[in-house]
Structures are given as structure tokens and as C-alpha cells.
């Protein structure tokens, strides 16, 4: 890397030194207390729908839970922020909109 | 120089728009690119769910146990990966090695029980016209019609966690690298013979297997052409790579594994 490269870097790292290792272990902890959730739900033969609403609910706020905090895009400033989450998101609206139509039938199919 | 530009980085340049590295620039824009992919097939798999009737639903009890302990383990892994880049920016060059091992031994824990369920699943008759035949498991098969009938499970199944899968490979092997660097080849070229000699001829993990001699191929190329210490900015960004795979995870785990469960 070069001499400006570095020094970025180096002032990343001084941020990374601030933050506790308490942090990391409640997050861990959040993500895995979810997945017993997930797991329990599914133990309780829910309905499909309301399943799959909850299921995805949880998904999001564990993926924002890794971003945020594992993948450190809290600490980002807000340009990188925007720019990786809007443009994400807007590529998966896009496909969702493909899907869409078609979203709901899952609720009359009866797939068990 | 090199001092002015670490302690006073406005003086010498105009800061990052995105105000950090272009290495993690590029990681993050590698990552975004990565999501469609993944995108695409999670959108494939739960299109053909609900345009199909008759979707099966092949994972018993057991199976969601085995997928649950899998998940378990990638949210493990990124815990201890976290904490290696905490070492890593603390300059604690032991404690980054051994985080990054543990790191790597959960994921290659993931690979093992996915492995297993794959074949499980491939016992029983679910599977894909590519793969080789089970000797002996036709007639009893609980899959052996779904494979017939509903073949748009099998692919979108075996696809999108395959890819998973491979991704998963490849970021135990980049762990390795930047944890053990040149010493890595040989052990992941014993792998390589250990995967390949160990699991039959008919299962799909025999070919599979040279992924591994591939990437020590590939990483002998890279640390032959670019020899470097790996410091904590190369740790952070193969960071981002590995809680990315764990990321991904998070949204396959319910909508293939608990949607299709089959509690009885």
C-alpha cells in the first residue's frame, strides 16, 4: 500500500481499538438466541405465511446485526453507508418486482 | 513523510470520499456484487416454492438439528473472526493467528455437516441428474420420486447451497492464507488428499474436493508473484468476506432449511 493508503488504515485501526470485545459477545449472543426462535417456531407448525413473515423479519434484524456491528459499516461514515446499502437494496427491489405478482401465492397454495 | 501522512492525514491529501482504504472499498463493492448472485438464486428457489405444487418438504427433525448446529457454527466463526481483528488492530500477532485458526475450524466444521447432510439427502434419492448414482439405495429411496416429479427442488436446493458452500471453502482457505500464509499450502494440499481419498467415488465431494488443489494452486501463484506480511487491514477485509458468507446464511437457513421442515 502506499504512504496514504496506510495511514488510512492505520486511522481505521485506531477506531477498531476503541470498540470493547463485551460488544461482539452480546451481538453473538443475539444472533444465536434468534436462530433458537427461528428454530422453535418451526416446532410449532405455524401457518405458512405468518411463518415465513416472521422468519424473514428475524433474518433481516440478524443481517442488520452482522453489518452493523460485525461488519463494522456502523462505524462507516455516511457516504459508505448510503452507498452500499441503497444500492443493494435497490437491485433487490428491482428483482422483487419480477417476483412480486407472483408473491402471494404461497398463502392459497397450502404448502405445508 | 511517511510519519506527516499517519498524523496528520488532512495536511497531505484529500480524504477518502468514503473515508476509508480502497482495499475495503473494493472488498465492500466485491460483497455487493456477491449479494445478487446470492440474490438471484434465493429469488430463483423461492419463486419455483411457490409455483410448484407438491414442494417437498425432506428435512425431518434431524436435519433441522444438523442445520441449526451448521448455523451455530458460522455465528461462532464470526464472533472469533471479530476478535481477530481486534487482535490484529491491537498489533497482538499471536492472538490473530489463533483466532483466524478458530475461525477456520468452524467453518471447515460447517463444510463437514453440510457435507453430511448433502449426502444424506443424496442417499435418499434426492438428487441431480449430474451426480453419480447411489449403488444399492435406488428401490428404498424416500426421495427417489421428488428427484422425478418436483427436479426444480432438487437444482435450486443443491445450487444455492452448493454456492454457499463453495464460498465458505474459499474463505477458509483465504483465512489461511493470511493467518499461516506459505505454510498453508501443504496442509491444504493434504486436504485435498485427505477429502478426495476419503469419500467415495459416487459421491459428488470426490470431485468436488479439487476445489481444494485448485486454491492451492491459485493462493501458491499469488504468495509466489506477491509474498507479504498480511497486516490488520488485510485481516479486516478478509473479515468482511467471512461475516458476508455468514450473512447469507442467515437468510438460506429459514427459507430452505425451517419452510421445508417436516416435523412430525
Known amino acids: ?112 | 513523510m511517511a510519519d506527516s501522512a499517519v498524523h496528520d492525514i488532512q495536511s497531505v491529501y484529500e480524504p477518502s470520499l468514503f473515508g476509508t482504504y480502497s482495499k475495503k472499498i473494493g472488498m465492500w463493492l466485491f460483497l455487493l456484487s456477491d449479494s445478487l448472485t446470492f440474490g438471484a438464486l434465493l429469488y430463483a428457489y423461492s419463486y419455483g416454492r411457490i409455483s410448484t405444487e407438491g414442494w417437498p418438504t425432506p428435512f425431518h427433525s434431524e436435519s433441522i438439528v444438523n442445520a441449526t448446529i451448521m448455523t451455530a457454527f458460522l455465528l461462532t466463526s464470526s464472533l472469533t473472526m471479530v476478535l481477530a481483528v481486534r487482535a490484529s488492530v491491537h498489533g497482538d500477532a499471536k492472538g490473530q493467528r489463533l483466532w483466524l485458526l478458530a475461525t477456520m475450524l468452524c467453518g471447515t466444521g460447517f463444510i463437514v455437516l453440510h457435507g453430511r447432510e448433502w449426502s444424506n439427502l443424496i442417499a435418499e434419492g434426492l438428487t441431480l441428474p449430474m451426480f453419480p448414482k447411489v449403488p444399492g439405495r435406488e428401490a428404498a429411496s424416500e426421495f427417489v420420486n421428488v428427484s422425478k416429479t418436483v427436479p426444480q427442488f432438487g437444482a435450486t436446493f443443491f445450487g444455492l447451497t452448493g454456492m454457499h458452500m463453495l464460498h465458505v471453502t474459499l474463505g477458509v482457505i483465504y483465512l489461511g492464507v493470511v493467518a499461516l500464509r506459505r505454510k498453508f499450502i501443504p496442509i491444504l494440499l493434504v486436504l485435498w488428499l485427505v477429502a478426495w481419498l476419503a469419500t467415495p467415488a459416487y459421491s459428488p465431494f470426490h470431485y468436488g474436493a479439487h476445489v481444494l488443489l485448485i486454491g492451492a494452486i491459485v493462493c501458491s501463484i499469488i504468495l509466489w508473484l506477491k509474498p507479504k506480511l498480511y497486516d490488520s487491514s488485510d485481516v479486516e477485509v478478509a473479515g468482511l468476506y467471512w461475516h458476508f458468507v455468514d450473512l447469507v446464511w442467515m437468510f438460506i437457513f429459514p427459507l430452505v432449511y425451517l419452510m421445508s421442515a417436516k416435523i412430525l
Not at chain 1, 405465511?49 to 459499516?73: D, E, N, P, Q, R
Not at chain 1, 462507516?76 to 433487490?92: D, F, G, I, R
Request: include cysteine; aromatic fraction near 14%.
Open chain 1, 1 to 112: 500500500m502506499d504512504t496514504i493508503q496506510i495511514a488510512i488504515a492505520e486511522r481505521v485501526a485506531e477506531q477498531h481499538r476503541h470498540h470493547g470485545k463485551a460488544l461482539f459477545f452480546w451481538v453473538w449472543g443475539a444472533l444465536l438466541l434468534m436462530t433458537a426462535i427461528e428454530v422453535y417456531l418451526t416446532y410449532q407448525n405455524m401457518q405458512p405465511g405468518k411463518m415465513l413473515t416472521i422468519l424473514l423479519g428475524l433474518s433481516l434484524v440478524k443481517a442488520a446485526l452482522i453489518i452493523g456491528y460485525f461488519m463494522h459499516l456502523k462505524y462507516e461514515v455516511s457516504s459508505m453507508k448510503w452507498l452500499t446499502m441503497c444500492s443493494v437494496v435497490a437491485c433487490l427491489i428491482l428483482m422483487t418486482i419480477f417476483f412480486f405478482p407472483d408473491a402471494f401465492r404461497i398463502l392459497y397454495l397450502g404448502v405445508k
